[in-house]
């Protein structure tokens, strides 16, 4: 009986070893305060979370709260982060969506590898898709669509550069065309010294030094123009990757992006 | 006062200071004071075509063109004063610095370094002639008043959270003054190409003498055929776009300049009659002459060469080849 009391003790003891416990996420990676999905799709979401969490190595959450109760989303979503462990690898990556009921609010925080993997152009496209679905009431649909684009992102953001064969046959037309340029220009040059005749156009060379007096030299003011036109709202260098970047009251970098649905 | 149409706003002072501008404004003149100078005395023009030599006593007839040259019979140099029967007195002369030497060796000079000279004219490099010539120019001096008006805008741009600005002043920018002109030369002589004697400029007039007969010998002289007047033309556009250049070049910091009016007149204009020093050089090749010219007082030598083409097809597809190599070796180096 003592034997096998210590046999289970060795046991236990070594599986804590094997999977140490700052690798697993004490909170489920579906908090449910708001109560919007059944049972069912709950379950479904929670596998679909998971499953995706392990294979992308960062914890894709999804977060519902009846209300903020006056705090901001986006420190309420980082804040959530930081408290309930999330995280899977050193940088403690993942993606969480929270969203609140009261406020119509949704938010999206990125953490670790999430920040490198949503810029702001790809959290305001996330963003805008599950707020098309939350506003239409379909929330099932809208965190599985959620995690669906997470594991986009994140797989494009992992998969290493693909190698590209030396594109030959474009690099020499171009030279090619460069090179007719260039070649020309200097035949040309090269013939332009044969010729060394022309007429003259001005009398420069003729001007008595220093005899140039300017007796009026006036400007003067008519009137002024002013002419304005608005400024693109929408930066589009946004587009090309930029990613804002904060950190939370915990001290943990975080990015994302939220709105309203 | 707002203008109706554009809402354009306007000082009252500026327009009536603006209006006093436009009515001062006076048009273009360009009057040359091309009163004669001394003609020749009875003693100079007392031989005509016919000359017996100083020296030994021969008798030389020269054709129209000859106004200077050797006695066939002792080479003692000689000017035929005949040519000049009738004609005005050069005012100045600048006297050859340059010998016949000088001329074919900057010719020499003149071939290198042209890839696209056919080699055989650089070797066969047969010179038929190589004259030194006094060629008639007409001198102009002048003083030339200008009165230019520009219309400009300065533009400035600055923006705020939600539109760019964009303001454009607009100036009218008065300039007057002048600007003297000592010596612009024109060929007075039909036979001379316009375009080669003003590629041999400039001429430093600061080394000319008072015409002496002495100065043609063993040269020949031309007499000017075309007359000051006719010439004028040509030194006015030179005058005039130089000024137009020099008070241009006194308006600054704007972004856009727009000459409005411009009235350029020239004053204590003169002009002067001078034989200037040319070598001519002439070559036929394969039908065509090539005539170069030197100045005789600076060495400066010019005339358009014959353009080897297969040459120029060589170089052009053999630079394309090596450009076309580099440039793909580049993309390979950088590709890596």
């Known amino acids: 009986m003592k034997r096998t009391l210590s046999l289970i003790i060795l046991v236990l003891l070594c599986t804590a070893l094997v999977f140490p416990c700052g690798a697993v996420s004490t909170a489920p990676r579906f908090v449910d305060w708001a109560g919007l999905l059944s049972a069912g799709e709950a379950d479904s979401l929670l596998y679909r979370l998971d499953d995706l969490s392990e294979s992308q190595q960062a914890d894709i959450v999804v977060v519902t709260i009846p209300s903020l109760n006056g705090a901001w989303a986006q420190d309420y979503a980082d804040d959530f982060y930081d408290d309930n462990g999330y995280g899977l690898d050193s940088d403690n990556s993942g993606i969480l969506l929270l969203v609140a009921m009261a406020e119509g609010e949704y938010y999206i925080s990125t953490t670790g590898r999430g920040i490198s993997a949503l810029n702001d152009h790809a959290v305001s496209e996330i963003g805008s898709e599950v707020a098309s679905y939350l506003s239409s009431g379909r929330y099932a649909d809208a965190f599985i669509r959620f995690a669906d684009l997470c594991d986009y992102y994140l797989t494009a953001e992992a998969a290493p550069p693909v190698p590209q064969s030396f594109p030959w046959q474009h690099n020499l037309v171009i030279s090619l065309v460069i090179a007719l340029v260039l070649a020309l220009i200097v035949t040309v040059v090269m013939k332009g010294k044969l010729k060394s005749v022309h007429r003259a156009t001005t009398a420069a060379s003729y001007v008595n030094p220093g005899s140039m007096k300017l007796t009026v030299s006036r400007d003067m003011f008519l009137y002024s123009q002013v002419a304005r036109h608005p400024r693109p709202k929408d930066n589009p260098s946004n587009r090309s990757g930029g990613t804002s970047v904060h950190v939370s009251s915990s001290g943990v970098s975080h990015g994302g992006g939220g709105g309203h649905f | ?336």
């Not at chain 2, 000082?11 to 040359?32: C, I, R």
């Not at chain 2, 004071?33 to 020269?62: F, K, M, R």
């Not at chain 2, 004063?81 to 100045?92: A, E, I, N, R, V």
């Not at chain 2, 000319?208 to 010439?231: C, H, I, P, R, W």
């Open chain 2, 1 to 336: 006062m707002k203008c109706p149409y554009c809402d354009t706003e306007f000082e009252m002072e500026t327009l009536a200071d603006y209006d006093s501008v436009l009515q001062n404004e006076q048009p273009d003149s360009f009057q040359w004071d091309s009163t004669p100078s001394e003609n020749w005395t009875v003693d100079e023009a007392s031989g005509l075509h016919t000359y017996s030599c100083q020296s030994c006593g021969g008798e030389i007839i020269g054709d129209e063109t000859l106004a200077a040259t050797a006695c066939p019979y002792c080479g003692n140099p000689v000017v035929m004063m005949g040519q000049f029967t009738g004609s005005l007195k050069p005012d100045l002369v600048i006297p050859f610095k340059l010998d016949k030497k000088a001329a074919v060796a900057a010719l020499q000079q003149h071939y290198r370094g042209k890839r696209f000279l056919p080699k055989v004219f650089k070797d066969e490099n047969h010179i038929q002639e190589v004259k030194g010539l006094y060629v008639p120019f007409w001198l102009f001096d002048a003083r030339a008043d200008a009165d230019i008006r520009y219309r400009a805008t300065r533009v400035r741009s600055w923006s705020d959270r939600d539109y760019d600005y964009t303001e454009t002043s607009y100036y009218a920018l008065m300039r007057s003054g002048s600007l003297s002109f000592a010596g612009v030369p024109a060929d007075g002589s039909s036979k001379m190409a316009d375009d080669l004697m003003e590629s041999i400029e400039p001429f430093d007039l600061s080394q000319a003498v008072d015409f002496q007969t002495a100065y043609l010998a063993g040269y020949l002289a031309d007499k000017f055929d075309v007359s000051a007047e006719q010439s004028a033309e040509n030194a006015n556009s030179r005058i005039r776009q130089s000024t137009t250049d020099a008070f241009a070049a006194t308006v600054q910091g704007y972004s856009s300049v727009i000459p409005e009016s411009s009235s350029i007149r020239l004053n204590s204009s003169r002009v002067r009659y001078g034989l200037l020093p040319v070598w001519l050089l002439n070559t036929v090749w394969k039908g065509e002459t090539y005539t170069f010219a030197m100045n005789g007082q600076t060495g400066k030598l010019v005339g358009n060469l014959p353009l080897d083409k297969s040459a120029f097809t060589r170089w052009f597809f053999g630079l394309t080849g090596l450009f076309t190599a580099i440039g793909f070796g580049l993309s390979y180096l950088l590709w890596r």
